[in-house]
């Protein structure tokens, strides 16, 4: 029987607490990457609990950061930075959503080693810390989530990082929207059943 989503967030709110799962115990010493998975009609509810997490965490007591990175947020911050989030609605209207997805895509370095998304994950983790990754289904297909997670594999690997993806996760594939594969990533652990 499936668990609901409300008892597969309680788990997964265990799990990140135990302190073998912070240390990457138990997965052959390969970095703790995970995705947690949920309809993507239940966005607000998943947003709700990790907001909820958040405020809850506290270093003093629990002895980790929660860090929540909304990727959303992150791309428009950047384009804010560089003067270029006006521009991308000028653009869009003279030349398609695509060539913006592309422009983007290369003023965010997304094909890069040093991707801005993964730059601004990795200096702004402090030490003893989980990371939550949200907001992919905002970014899409600006951002496809397989390209973070790769960058971010190749850099970040002293914390467990959990993608929240609205979609499903069979362990090999991300299925988007119950239509759209984002299968180039095979690195992650289900969170939770």
């Known amino acids: 029987m499936m668990s609901s989503l409300e008892e597969r967030l309680d788990i997964a709110e265990q799990k990140i607490r135990s302190e073998s799962f912070r240390q990457n115990k138990g997965l052959g010493n ?4 995970y995705v947690f998975d949920y309809p993507a009609e239940k966005e607000l509810l998943v947003r709700e609990r990790i907001a909820y997490m958040q405020n809850k ?13 909304d990727l959303y947020d992150i791309i428009i911050d950047i384009l804010e930075a560089e003067g270029f989030l006006e ?46 990754l949200i907001g992919i289904g905002k970014c899409y297909p600006v951002l496809r989530s397989h390209k973070v997670l790769n960058n971010l594999h190749q850099t970040l690997d002293r914390v467990p990082v ?17 239509k759209i594969k984002d299968d180039n990533y095979y690195r992650a652990f289900k969170l939770v059943d």
């Open 30 to 33: 390969e970095v703790g990457y």
């Open 87 to 132: 521009q991308c609605f000028k653009f869009e209207k003279q030349s398609g959503f695509e060539r913006i997805i592309r422009s983007v895509g290369n003023l965010l370095k997304i094909n890069d080693e040093d991707n801005l998304i993964v730059k601004h994950i990795d200096e702004n983790t402090p030490k003893d810390a989980v990371v939550f």
């Open 162 to 178: 959990v993608l929240f993806y609205p979609g499903k996760y069979s362990g090999q594939e991300l299925i988007l929207f119950e």
């Open 57 to 69: 965490n506290s270093r003093s007591t629990d002895g980790f950061d929660l860090v929540v990175f």
